[in-house]
């Protein structure tokens, strides 16, 4: 079976861009969870969505959205892109929300 | 909130040493703790999962323990290999994930 997989894999965008990561997740899997590593850092909770819903939202700008859609993918849209969003994105998928978390490779979003 | 500490910050051990990597945590009501591994500029590879109904759990020469009342978890690795070197990250499950900032660890052949 596929691991999670994330794209694009890589990402440079200007201050002031908008910019739309995916993700899908492990077969059979309901639960996605968004996460942004800054170099050097353990990576921060964004969103956490199951079954569709948002089930958690961590301390970032409104700037941050994400959805998940009715075959358990999500996206995570980042508007009015500033320096400081340039990180790497994580997702992760789980059967549910609290159970064991598998991670994609990330997309690294560099902004200039 | 929760906060997460992860002791040492780097460690570098020559082959064949075991690893102590220690976690702590301020807030003992969690579902789970989960020790990764990252390699550098990749994503996240899950290396043991303790529920915290557990108080260990072992896959190979790795070992983890969880302490909940005290907030602690220790990662073991026996018989360190040149290929272990990369970084440690532990976390906390009270339905999401809060990290420590990761254990880098060399291992000198």
């Known amino acids: 079976d596929a691991g999670v997989t994330q794209s694009p894999t890589h990402l440079i965008k200007t201050r002031g861009q908008q910019v739309t990561l995916r993700c899908s997740p492990i077969?059979?899997?309901?639960?996605v969870s968004w996460y942004q590593q800054v170099l050097g850092q353990g990576p921060q909770f964004i969103f956490q969505y199951y079954e569709k819903e948002e089930r958690g939202r961590g301390n970032f700008p409104d700037r941050f959205s994400a959805r998940q859609f009715p075959n358990y993918s999500s996206e995570l849209n980042v508007n009015a892109l500033l320096l400081g969003d340039s990180a790497l994105y994580l997702c992760a998928s789980s059967p549910g929300p609290a159970e064991k978390l598998f991670f994609g490779s990330g997309t690294q979003l560099s902004v200039l | 909130k929760q906060e997460v500490t992860q002791i040492p910050a780097a460690l570098s051990v020559p082959e064949g040493e075991n690893l102590v990597l220690n976690c702590s945590f301020t807030?003992?009501?969690?579902?789970?703790l989960q020790w990764f591994r990252q390699d550098p500029g990749k994503g996240l590879t899950s290396l043991l999962l303790i529920q915290s109904s557990q108080r260990e759990q072992t896959s190979g020469r790795l070992n983890a323990s969880l302490d909940k009342s005290s907030g602690r978890s220790t990662l073991y690795i026996a018989a360190s290999q040149p290929g272990d070197s990369a970084t440690y990250l532990c976390a906390v499950n009270d339905y999401k994930l809060s990290f420590g900032a990761g254990t880098t660890v060399t291992v000198r052949a």
């Open positions: 807030d003992s009501a969690i579902y789970n």
């Open positions: 077969s059979g899997h309901k639960s």
